[in-house]
């Protein structure tokens, strides 16, 4: 059974229980991972405030170093880390893969940033003599990162990549169902040099341990990617003792096909947006509007690449030309996908294809589904439908389509077909989301600041930026000059 890592060392948890992770294609047990409790949760905050001050001292050099040999060791460990990841959250091996590969990227580009920051010189005025002032980085402290089960080894690179080359330390707690291929990244970041106490991992139930951690005192800024109403727990929490927060949480994000689109491109990229990874993504396609020109050819196509997909256990390929499709992640999120397709159904949807179980009894499959036109007060249009499950509208009017894509709580990504500049820009300017895509996949690059606004989320992750969101800036006045 793998421990947790706390102090740069395995570590059983103070109490005895344990979690069994479980297999989504199988419903077999993969392993089982210390139930961390509060008391747990203070052993890693102290050992990564220990570890702190001789980190934080440590050349950014240095600390990049690490992080990217770090990241060297996981690339020539993919092989076997991907079949882990695979068995405890149920994407397909080469999904796996690619997770693993974004990691990888997200490290190194976090690593090569963190050597070229450059610094702020002002000249001032000589009020009080002569003086100059500069503003320095000064890291944080203890960060706390908490990742979702849907993207466990990206998100934490997201997290720990920026907070590490900056100098601080972190204690990662990963969701309860997959804490495994975590617990593999972080002994490698030992394996590549990282001094005990640096990165630290506790497993164990939110619900358990959650506050505990985000409550810490010695907790500077807690870093999390996950539900949006855990997301405002988490801020209810953190606010009253000013810690640094960000918040990547759920999303519902439009895609707007317009009449001028190449329709192939949009089928093609709307595929990739809402059935990779089962659906099971932030930033997938979640509702559809398309132009009444190209609706026809649209869905057609949509739904004929739709039934290529198989779902099956992530670790076996499909047959060409079909495509696998692992499965849902839990039982719960398979029978909640159920009954918002049902309700969708119920509000006057049309279930062109999928919503079934794909022949398997063992597993927790479900059919990716395409429903043309649900009710706007439907489930399907009015909650995050964290699945393969897609709901299609037809439009004729640019300004009613992006008055649609508007009307929900969520506003993460959205994306845009056409090659009309007066569209791009309106769209650009006027949907409520942290990005927007034109003719291209929804993708969360490493390069660009990334993260939603309503209940989306707060601040950002990704991009330059985040490197600034791991420090306090502060303004030093030399003066004595003459
Ligand atoms: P979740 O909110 O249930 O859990 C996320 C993490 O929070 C887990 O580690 C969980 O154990 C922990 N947690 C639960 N209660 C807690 C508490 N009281 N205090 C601290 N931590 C607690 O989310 P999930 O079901 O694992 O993930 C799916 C959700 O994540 C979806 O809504 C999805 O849209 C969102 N997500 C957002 C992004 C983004 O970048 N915006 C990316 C991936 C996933």
New binding site residues.
């Given amino acids: 059974m793998p421990e947790m890592i706390i102090g740069g060392e395995a570590r059983a948890s103070v109490a005895s229980g344990d979690i069994e992770v479980v297999n989504p294609a199988t419903e077999e047990v993969v392993d089982t991972v210390p139930a961390a409790t509060p008391e747990d949760v203070d052993a890693a905050v102290d050992a990564a405030a220990r570890a702190f001050p001789a980190w934080s001292a440590t050349d950014t050099e240095k600390r990049a170093a690490i992080v990217a040999a770090a990241a060297d060791l996981i690339a020539d460990r993919a092989k076997d880390l991907a079949p882990l990841l695979t068995a405890e959250q149920g994407k397909p091996v080469a999904e796996a893969i690619g997770e693993i590969n974004h990691l990888v990227h997200g490290l190194h580009y976090y690593a090569e940033a963190a050597t070229k920051v450059q610094g702020t010189y002002q000249d001032l005025p000589s009020t009080f003599g002569p003086s100059y002032g500069m503003v320095i980085r000064r890291p944080l402290g203890v960060c706390?990162a908490?990742?979702?089960?849907?993207?466990p080894l990206t998100?934490l690179g997201?997290k720990i990549g920026p907070a590490l080359v900056t100098g601080n330390t972190v204690v990662a707690?990963?969701?309860?169902?997959?804490p495994l291929a975590t617990l593999r990244v972080a002994q490698l970041f030992v394996e590549a040099g990282l001094p005990a106490g640096v990165l630290n991992v506790v497993t164990?139930?939110?619900?358990d341990?959650?506050?505990a951690?985000?409550t810490h005192r010695d907790v500077r800024r807690?870093a999390?990617?996950?539900?949006?109403?855990?997301?405002k727990?988490?801020m209810s929490?953190a606010g009253p003792d000013l810690k640094r927060i960000t918040?990547?949480?759920?999303?519902s994000d439009p895609v707007i096909v317009c009449e001028d689109a190449d329709v192939d491109a949009a089928v093609k990229a709307v595929i990739i947006g809402r059935y990779w990874n089962a659906g099971?993504?932030?930033?997938?396609c979640k509702r559809v509007f398309v132009h009444d020109d190209v609706y026809d050819a649209f869905v057609s196509a949509l739904v004929d690449r739709v039934g290529r997909y198989e779902p099956g256990d992530g670790t076996v390929k499909a047959e060409k030309p079909k495509l696998r499709m692992g499965p849902i992640?839990t039982k719960a999120?398979r029978d909640e996908l159920l009954e918002q397709l049902e309700d969708g159904a119920s509000k006057g949807g049309e279930v062109l294809i999928g919503g079934g179980s794909g022949g398997h009894d063992q597993g927790w499959f479900l059919e990716p589904a395409v429903v043309a036109d649900p009710a706007a007060d439907s489930r399907l249009v009015t909650e995050?439908v964290?699945g393969p499950v897609l709901p299609v509208f037809r439009y004729t009017d640019f300004d009613d389509a992006i008055t649609r894509a508007n009307a929900t709580s969520y506003g993460?990504g959205s994306s845009l077909w056409t090659h009309d500049v007066r569209k791009i820009h309106r769209a650009a300017r006027d949907i409520e989301s942290g990005m927007t895509w034109v003719n291209q996949i929804h993708y969360?690059y490493d390069e660009l600041p990334?993260?939603?606004v309503k209940d989306?989320?707060f601040g950002k992750?990704h991009g330059l930026e985040a490197l600034d969101h791991y420090v306090e800036l502060k303004s030093v006045v030399v003066g004595g000059l003459a």
């Fill in positions: 706390a908490i990742t979702p089960y849907n993207f998100l997201t707690k990963p969701a309860a169902t997959t164990g139930r939110g619900s341990i959650g506050d951690l985000v807690v999390f990617t996950g539900s949006t109403p855990v997301g727990h988490i929490l918040l990547e949480l759920g999303g099971q993504a932030c930033l997938g992640h999120g995050e964290f993460l969360g990334f993260g939603g989306s989320g992750e």
